[in-house]
Every structure is written in structure tokens, then in C-alpha cells.
């Protein structure tokens, strides 16, 4: 044994014997004792521990002010109902049903307010507050409310959640877990110990599936749940992350968390306070904690379920932290979904009015990102239970597509071995693609060999022939979008991310031009040439058109298109206003590129030039406009790195963005939907849709 593990050996030791001595008292003829001891809860009551009035019901918390909510508790059972000194839990009919404490966090005296709907110092009163719903559905959540592992959250990230839990028929219990005031294990401790008094009652409540679900250092606490656990009656099966916490690393975590759990990183800075050797392996040993309770490091094969919502805008938790932890969910092919709204910062709970709270004493910060938040996890948990699974309708006849286009552009009417584009309006095609001959298309209209037939069909809502909601004809709202269907830059797929991506634009009264752009073919100037002389010739026509901004979308290697136009644009004329990425190639990387795309984009010479230039990741600035992406987490074809890379490139250049990963759907599900035949994204589609619409609503004029 070397010196390292000799040190941490006896620290190990000490630890454990100071455990036992603070648990277990024996007294002078050798018997434990059990001291009753009054508690004093913040709602006013005096609890005696050690007598049944310890499992009794608590009311709701009235001393810290108007929770604009009252929902009490249908019953509070006492984690430890002899205290957290003893080494016993909840014994039922003689079944230690818990374990006991363990550990001690050292606290002593009432619970105290520590800000509104918050609580700090929560000693032998960790307890377990359960609501049932009138009609339970199978499903129940064990909530880890949030504060920084310093206090607890428990209106907003507490009792709301069992509100909104109970009104879909599931059974919820808010856990008040001590605080580790540098007793690290306390906290997973108290959960695990919730969740076998959940599981030894879950046939008696008509449970049959148990997750958790956490908020900020809650949302730290819920990855310990779900990676950490113990045996099978602690695995949650499933997990449900709010604005988690879940890295360590110092520089994108949340400081009060890091410190409050596992002690301040500055402190074995302090050089002269320790010998050499308690100084050297101090620090060590505290970077190894910083390992270990870095949540993402720890996901397997084997992690349950996991639901991720977060804010862009978090400036308290870094959304790297969800971004991480999405990562290695991925990577280890865990079920996974992601939700990143542009906007809500942090902490914004379960502050809903749909549940009944008081708008005027509770802002919800997310705003109209909720109604998305809440259908999207609605959905998700119904989705995994037996009875909730979405179920595949039959697929109806493919319909036509039957909406003629306005006009089509040709982009080099006299060909593009000419230096010129049209009437002025547009730049020439830069250098041909070398095609020549008559296009290529198949049945599925996929086009190949565009040359100098490069083109876009313009389409407008009051000549499509479709009505809105009232049956009157569709008007334009003012907006433009470019159309970039994929393809892996060797043809373009008109339909499924062309033509069906014009009719829902249309619908909702936006312009649009679909591009039938040339294939590089060699030469990887041509796609974007083609993309930047569509906007020129928009551009021009705008006021003509009654268009006040014009943006871009794209899918797949048209997805790298629309990005590469939005990030590498020459002047105001060229810069989409807006981009929305379905699915994107970005980055030109081997390790995670689409290799066709690549291959037929920059060819196959390692040229680290053009790696670099067309690998867009490196390429955002923040002048890149709005940005709204989604992907599948099980896309085989273009791996969700490619999307994280590049969100992550737009949050560290403040560019307003967002991002909605699906658990399923793999690749190619464009837009079409059920009306077309078989939507590979049905049970997400209409979430999709919703998040898009709100995107395009609220963009800047």
C-alpha cells in the first residue's frame, strides 16, 4: 500500500468511527439510548420524535409568508423518527422499512426561514411529505427541491411540483433532506432512504413506477439519485432534471452547491495551515471529490430515463451543466430528451397558474415557454408508462402535395459559365460545379446534377389557396424564410424538406423560397454562392413583397448550409435575420462529421484549412442571428454532437438560441407529418411545431 492510499485509509477510518460515535451512544450499562426530544418545525409545531405524533401529518409552512398556494401534505413521515444521533430509521411492524442516518449533519435546533418559500437548517425534522391524487395513474416522483445545498426550496420546487404531479394522477413526495453542512453523504442518504419507504409502500398506494425529479442543486442531488444509487430499491426509473447542477469542475459549476457539498476548493490553499503531506493529499483528495460528484462522469449503460429542462439565459447555473450530462446520456445510449428555452433564467420551478397559484404573488419567469415545458413532460412521462405509451396510428395514403409555387427563379439564366446573375440584383456563380447535361430526379424528388439550372420556387401565402382558421384566405405576416432541404450535399430532398416545409410556413402566413442550390461537387464556394444570391435577390424585392425579415432553415447538410450562411454572411444583405437547424452536419471533424457530407463538401484530403473554416462551430460570432435548433437524440446519421457543438458556440458568443432534443426519430423526419404518411417524430411532432411557432413569434421585427 503506498503512502497516497495509506493516508486515505485512515482518513476512511476516522471517518467511519466518527460516524458510529455520532450515531450511536451507548450509555453507561452498555444499551444505546434513545433521548425524545422535541423538534421545532417552521409551520409552528412541535414535533416529539420517538412517539407516533412523529408521523404525523405537518401542515403547510404558514410562518414563511403567502406561498400563493396552499396545498398541504396528505401525510409527512419522519425520515428518522428517533433522530438523526441514533442509528435507526422508520421501523414498520418490525421491518426496518429505512436505514438510519448513517452520518449526523452536525445541525442542531428549529428549522429556519431562510428567504420566501425557502428553509434552512433541517436537522432531525428530514421528513417526507406525501400527496396522493384522487385518481393515481401508476406513476409517483420523489422531489429534491433546490438552494444550493445551503437551504430548501420548497414552495416553488417543493409543493407546486406535487400540484402539478397530483393534477395528472401522480403521487408525489417532497423530500425535506438535511443539508450537508460538510457531511457530503447526508443528502443522497435522505433520498435513498425515501425512496425504500416509497417502494415498501408502492403496492399499497398503487404505485407501480418511481423516478425523481430535481431543481438546481435538487437537480445535482437527482443525478446522485440516479447514477449513485445502491440496489434496485434505491434506481429510480426515471429521472426528471430542472436546471440541475451536475459538474463539479470549478469552472462552469455553481460555486455555493460545490462548496456546501464537498467543502471550498481555496481551502488547502492555505499552505502554511498543514503539514507537507496533509497539504499534498488534502488537495488530492479534494479534486477526487470533485470527480466524483461530477455527475456526468458517472453516467452508464444503466442510468434510467432522463427528462433535461433548462434556460439559455441561466446565469446562476451554466446550461453546460445540462449540456453535459445530455452528452454522456447520449453517448451511452440512455432514453434521453433536452429542452433548452431561449429565456427563464433560473429557478423557475413549477410556478404555474394553471395549477392555481396566484399570478400576482408568484411571476413565472419562463412565460410562454410553460405551456411547452408542461405539455412536453406531461407527455414524456406518459410515454413511459405501460398504459401512456404513445400509440402508432395507421398510416394514412401519402397526399399530394398540391400547392403550385408563385414563381421560380432561376439564379444564373444564362448558365453558370457566365459571370453574372440576374439583372444585377445577385452576384455571378463564383466557379461552376462542373455539371452539365439534364438534372437527375427520383421518385422521391431528389434532385442531382443541378447546374445551371439552379434555382428557388417562391412561394406566398394569399396565392397558396389555403385558409387560415376563420376559412379566409392566408396573408403574409411579413416574414420570409429560405428553405436549405438535405441531401449530404450530393442531392436535394424537394420534398419531405422542401415542399412540405413550404406548406406549414405558408400556413402560418410566412413567405417562402425553396433552393434548389447546386452540389459542391469539389468546389465548396457553390452551395453558399447560391444560398447568399437567394437572400440578395429577397433582399431587393422585400418592400415589393411586404417582407420585413427574411430567414433561413435548414436540414441535414442543408442544415450545415443554413448555418455556414448564418455564420460566414458577407454584408447586411447576405446575414439571415433568423436560423432554424433541423437535424445539422456542423462540424467537419471525423470523429463526429457526417462523412458524406464532408466527403462531398471538402473531399477527402485532410486540407485543415478548410476542416477549420467549414467545421462551424468555429465560425460563430455574435453577430450570428436568432437560432432555434432540433435533433433526435438516437440520430445515427448526424451524431447530436454536431448540434451541441455548435449551441454551445452560440451561448459562449451570447447569441440568442434554443434547443429540443427527442428522445426518438433518428434522421430525415423533416417536416413530414402524419398528413403526408408516416411521421417518424408523431408523438413529439406537435410539441416541435408549438416550439417553432413560438420562436417565429417572438422574433425581433
Not at 478548410?610 to 465560425?619: M, T
Request: proline share 7%.
Amino acid at each position: 500500500m503506498n503512502m497516497k492510499s495509506s493516508i486515505l485509509f485512515i482518513i476512511k477510518a476516522a471517518i467511519v468511527a466518527t460516524a458510529v460515535l455520532a450515531i450511536s451512544q451507548p450509555d453507561s450499562s452498555g444499551q444505546q439510548r434513545h433521548k425524545l426530544r422535541p423538534v421545532e418545525i417552521l409551520d409552528g409545531t412541535t414535533v416529539l420524535l420517538g412517539t407516533p405524533s412523529g408521523n404525523q401529518p405537518t401542515p403547510i409552512e404558514s410562518r414563511l409568508g403567502d406561498s400563493g398556494l396552499d396545498f398541504p401534505p396528505d401525510r409527512t413521515v419522519y425520515l428518522y423518527p428517533l433522530g438523526q444521533m441514533t442509528a435507526q430509521g422508520i421501523v414498520e411492524n418490525g421491518v426496518a422499512v429505512t436505514e438510519g442516518p448513517v452520518v449526523a449533519n452536525g445541525l442542531t435546533g428549529p428549522e429556519k426561514p431562510t428567504g420566501k418559500g425557502f428553509i434552512g437548517n433541517v436537522t432531525d425534522s428530514a421528513r417526507v411529505d406525501l400527496y396522493f391524487p384522487e385518481r393515481p395513474n401508476g406513476q409517483m416522483v420523489i422531489c429534491a427541491p433546490g438552494g444550493g445545498y445551503g437551504g430548501l426550496s420548497i414552495w416553488n420546487e417543493g409543493s407546486y411540483v406535487a400540484k402539478w404531479m397530483n393534477d395528472r394522477g401522480i403521487t408525489c413526495a417532497v423530500v425535506k433532506y438535511r443539508l450537508p453542512n460538510g457531511h457530503r453523504e447526508v443528502p443522497l442518504q435522505d433520498m435513498q432512504n425515501a425512496f425504500r419507504y416509497c417502494r415498501y409502500h408502492a403496492a399499497e398506494w398503487d404505485v407501480k413506477q418511481i423516478g425523481v425529479i430535481g431543481f438546481s442543486a435538487g437537480g445535482h442531488l437527482a443525478t446522485t439519485v440516479e447514477t449513485m444509487y445502491s440496489d434496485s430499491l434505491t434506481k429510480p426509473d426515471f429521472a426528471v432534471l430542472i436546471y440541475p447542477v451536475v459538474s463539479f469542475r470549478t469552472d462552469i459549476t455553481h460555486m455555493g452547491t460545490h462548496d456546501n457539498l464537498i467543502g471550498k476548493t481555496d481551502a488547502w490553499g492555505e499552505r502554511d495551515e498543514y503539514s507537507f503531506e496533509q497539504w499534498y493529499w488534502g488537495q488530492l483528495a479534494h479534486r477526487d471529490l470533485e470527480e466524483l460528484y461530477s455527475s456526468e462522469r458517472n453516467v452508464t449503460a444503466w442510468t434510467p430515463p432522463t427528462f433535461i429542462a433548462v434556460s439559455t439565459d441561466d446565469r446562476t447555473v451554466p446550461v453546460i451543466n445540462s449540456v453535459l450530462f445530455y452528452q454522456a446520456l447520449v453517448k451511452h445510449q440512455v432514453p434521453t430528451e433536452l429542452h433548452i428555452y431561449p429565456y427563464g433564467g433560473h429557478g423557475w420551478g413549477f410556478s404555474d397558474s394553471a395549477i392555481g397559484i396566484d399570478p400576482s404573488l408568484i411571476r413565472d419567469n419562463l412565460q410562454s415557454c410553460r405551456t411547452e415545458f408542461s405539455r412536453a413532460l406531461e407527455r414524456w412521462l406518459a410515454g413511459l408508462r405501460a398504459d401512456g405509451a404513445p400509440v402508432e396510428e395507421p398510416t394514412p395514403a401519402p397526399a399530394d402535395f398540391s400547392i403550385p409555387p408563385s414563381r421560380t427563379v432561376h439564379l444564373y439564366p444564362d448558365g453558370q459559365l457566365a459571370d453574372h446573375g440576374i439583372d444585377g440584383i445577385t452576384s455571378g456563380p463564383g466557379v461552376s460545379n462542373g455539371a452539365t447535361g439534364e438534372e437527375v430526379v427520383d421518385g422521391a424528388l431528389r434532385f442531382r446534377n443541378v447546374g445551371d439550372s439552379a434555382r428557388f420556387d417562391l412561394y406566398f401565402p394569399e396565392d397558396s389557396g389555403l385558409k387560415d382558421s376563420q376559412g379566409k384566405p392566408l396573408k403574409r405576416n411579413g416574414r420570409m424564410v429560405v428553405v436549405c432541404p438535405g441531401g449530404g450535399y450530393l442531392y436535394s430532398s424537394q420534398r419531405g424538406e422542401g415542399q412540405y416545409v413550404a406548406d406549414w410556413f405558408l400556413r402560418q402566413g410566412i413567405s417562402v423560397a425553396v433552393v434548389n442550390y447546386r452540389m459542391p461537387c469539389g468546389q465548396p464556394t457553390v452551395p453558399l454562392t447560391d444560398i447568399q444570391n437567394v437572400f440578395r435577390y429577397c433582399r431587393h424585392h422585400a418592400q415589393e413583397w411586404e417582407i420585413r425579415s427574411v430567414g433561413i432553415i435548414g436540414f441535414s447538410a442543408g442544415g450545415h448550409l443554413a448555418a455556414t450562411a448564418s455564420t460566414l454572411f458577407v454584408d447586411a444583405a447576405t446575414r439571415p435575420d433568423f436560423s432554424i437547424l433541423i437535424y445539422p452536419v456542423i462540424t467537419m471533424d471525423a470523429a463526429y462529421t457526417h462523412r458524406g457530407s464532408r466527403e462531398n463538401l471538402i473531399g477527402t484530403a485532410k486540407d485543415k484549412v478548410l476542416i477549420r473554416k467549414y467545421s462551424l462551430e468555429n465560425q460563430v460570432k455574435p453577430e450570428v442571428p436568432p437560432t432555434f435548433i432540433a435533433l433526435s437524440s438516437d440520430d445515427k446519421t448526424v451524431p447530436p454532437e454536431n448540434t451541441i457543438s455548435y449551441y454551445n458556440a452560440l451561448v459562449e458568443c451570447g447569441v440568442t438560441c434554443e434547443m429540443h432534443s427527442f428522445p426518438t426519430g433518428g434522421h430525415g423526419w423533416g417536416f413530414r407529418t402524419e398528413r403526408f404518411g408516416k411521421d417518424s417524430i408523431q408523438p413529439y411532432r406537435s410539441d416541435f411545431f408549438a416550439s417553432l411557432s413560438r420562436f417565429l413569434r417572438e422574433l425581433p421585427e
